[in-house]
C-alpha cells in the first residue's frame, strides 16, 4: 500500500515513522529540505521537496499511484487544496486535517465537494478526550470504543489502593464485577497480565468495561465521585474553544485565561453567556490566585508551551485542584512528568495519529473477514488496542474462547454484541457481526487470526 504524507510537522513524522514501520510505501513531501534529509536518515521512506499544493511536485512524488494520501500540514487551506488535487491526479483516497472551527462546521459539505475519504480535527478531538476526562475524573486517561458503549480506562495504584497486593484472580473474585485488566505498566516494563499476577502500588492498571461496569468498579473501590462544576482552562486557542463549549452545554462553570486580547474577543463572541473569559497572562500565579485556582473543581493547562503547561499544573498541584489535565507537545515529556504525579497528560499528535492510522489498518483489510473500527496507542506506543468488526464467518467464530489458543502478549479484551458488552470468559464466542476488542503488544496486526497460535 503506497501512502503519500503532505507535511513533515509532529504529526507528519509520526504518521511517516509508525506506518514505515508497518512496512507501507511511504513517501514524504515537505518544502523544508532540513527536515526532509532528517526524517530519510531515521526512516526507510522516500521525500520529495517542495509544495504539497503544487500538481507538479505531486507527480514527483507519485500521487497518481498512491493508494492514500494524508495533507497534515499546518494549513487547513493547503491540506484541502492538496487532497482535491490528489484526487484529480489519481489518489485512490485521501484524508486531510482541518482545524478551523468555521471549516469544520460545514466539513460534510466540504468532504463531499473535495471527495475527501476522512477530515480530522485535532483539538476537536482533544477536548472529547480531555472532556471525558472531567466527567470521570479518577481516570488518568480513557479511549473509547464501540461508539463510547466500552471504555479502556487508565488509573494508578496508591499504596492506600484496596487493590494492593491482591491478585488479579482475587480482585475478579471479590469485586464480581465485568470488568477485565487488559495491561499493566511497572516502571518501564509493560505486561499483559493473566490471574496470577499481584498488584502493587505504583502500577499503572488499563481496564476495559462499559462506563457503567467502571463507575462501579470505582465506587467499590472506594474511590469518592468528584462533581466537576468549575473548570479552568489556561490557554483561549482552539481546543478551549471546543473545551469550552461542550462543558458550558454539561452545566459547567468554566473561566479561559488568555493573553492575547483579540483571541479573548473572539471567545466572547463564540461562547455562551455563561463562560467567563480573562484576558491576561496565566503564568502568572498572582492572577490565577485572584481568579480562583484554589477553589477550581479542574484544572487544563492548554497553551502553546509544554513548559508553561508543565509549571502551570504543578501550581495547581499545590493548590490541591482535585483534576489537572495538561496539554504536551513532545511525547517524551508526557512520560517524564508522570513521576510528578500529573499523569491525565494529552496530545493532537497523538490523538490525529491514531485516528488516520485506524483508517489506513480499515483501508488494508476492508476486503477481508474482519475490519479495524478504531485503533489506540498505549503506554509510548508498546501496546495496542484495536477494535476489529467480525463482518463473515471464520475459523474462530462460534468456537469457545477456551478452545482458541492465543500468542503471547494478547488479549481479547471485550465483545460488543448488539447492546450487550460482554467481558469474555473460556464459554464466550466470537459471532458474526461482533466488534471485540482485542489489546495486544504485536505491532501490526490485520485481523484476530493474528493473534491465534
Keep these: 500500500m503506497k501512502i503519500v504524507i503532505i507535511g513533515d510537522g509532529k504529526v507528519g513524522y509520526k504518521l511517516a515513522r509508525q506506518l514505515s514501520a508497518e512496512e507501507y510505501d511511504v513517501v514524504l513531501i515537505d518544502n523544508n529540505e532540513e527536515k526532509l534529509l532528517d526524517a530519510m536518515n531515521r526512516m526507510d521512506i522516500i521525500c520529495a521537496h517542495g ?63 473535495l471527495h475527501l475519504s476522512m477530515a480530522v480535527n485535532p483539538e476537536l478531538a482533544m477536548a472529547g478526550e480531555i472532556s471525558r476526562l472531567i466527567l470521570f475524573p479518577n481516570a488518568s486517561k480513557i479511549e473509547t470504543f464501540v461508539k463510547g458503549k466500552v471504555e479502556l480506562i487508565e488509573f494508578p495504584i496508591t499504596n492506600e489502593s484496596k487493590l494492593e497486593g491482591m491478585s488479579l484472580a482475587e480482585m475478579y473474585n471479590r469485586f464480581q464485577i465485568k470488568v477485565l485488566v487488559c495491561a499493566v505498566e511497572r516502571g518501564e516494563d509493560v505486561v499483559i497480565p493473566d490471574g496470577d499476577y499481584v498488584i502493587h502500588a505504583g502500577d499503572r492498571l488499563h481496564v476495559a468495561a462499559s462506563h457503567r461496569e467502571v463507575s462501579q468498579f470505582f465506587k467499590l473501590l472506594g474511590y469518592r465521585k468528584v462533581k466537576i462544576k468549575r473548570v479552568m482552562l489556561c490557554g483561549g486557542g482552539r481546543v478551549s474553544f471546543y473545551l469550552a463549549s461542550q462543558l458550558a452545554s454539561l452545566g459547567m462553570q468554566v473561566k479561559i485565561i488568555e493573553k492575547n486580547h483579540e483571541k479573548c474577543e ?96 480499515a483501508r488494508r483489510n476492508s476486503q477481508g473477514s474482519t475490519n479495524v473500527e478504531t485503533m489506540y496507542q498505549l503506554v509510548d506506543d508498546k501496546v495496542e488496542a484495536l477494535e476489529f468488526i467480525v463482518k463473515a464467518k471464520t475459523s474462530y467464530t462460534d468456537i469457545p474462547l477456551k478452545e482458541l489458543v492465543l500468542k503471547p502478549n494478547n488479549l481479547i479484551a471485550c465483545i460488543a454484541r448488539r447492546r450487550e458488552i460482554i467481558i469474555p470468559n473460556g464459554n464466550d464466542s466470537i459471532q458474526v457481526g461482533d466488534n471485540v476488542i482485542v489489546v495486544t503488544m504485536k505491532k501490526q496486526i490485520q485481523d484476530i487470526e493474528d493473534i491465534l497460535l
Design 51 to 113: 509544495e504539497g499544493g503544487s500538481v507538479e511536485v505531486q507527480k514527483s512524488a507519485g500521487v497518481p499511484d498512491a493508494d492514500l494520501v494524508i495533507a497534515c500540514t499546518s494549513t487547513d487551506e493547503c491540506n484541502m487544496l492538496s487532497c482535491l488535487i490528489a484526487k484529480r491526479i489519481g489518489a485512490r483516497h485521501t484524508i486531510a486535517r482541518v482545524r478551523n472551527p468555521i471549516y469544520y462546521k460545514q466539513i460534510d459539505i466540504l468532504k463531499e465537494d
Design 266 to 361: 473572539g471567545l466572547c463572541e463564540s461562547l455562551p453567556k455563561s463562560t467567563t473569559i480573562i484576558h491576561g497572562d496565566a503564568s502568572n500565579h498572582d492572577l490565577l490566585l485572584e481568579e480562583g485556582i484554589q477553589d477550581t473543581d479542574a484544572f487544563v493547562a492548554l497553551t502553546g508551551m509544554d513548559e508553561e503547561n508543565i509549571i502551570m499544573s504543578m501550581f495547581a498541584k499545590g493548590q490541591k485542584v482535585p483534576k489537572i489535565i495538561l496539554k504536551v507537545n513532545e511525547d517524551r515529556r508526557g512520560r517524564m512528568i508522570e513521576d510528578f504525579g500529573l499523569d491525565s497528560v494529552v496530545s493532537a499528535k497523538t490523538v490525529t495519529a491514531d485516528a488516520i492510522l485506524s483508517y489506513v489498518r
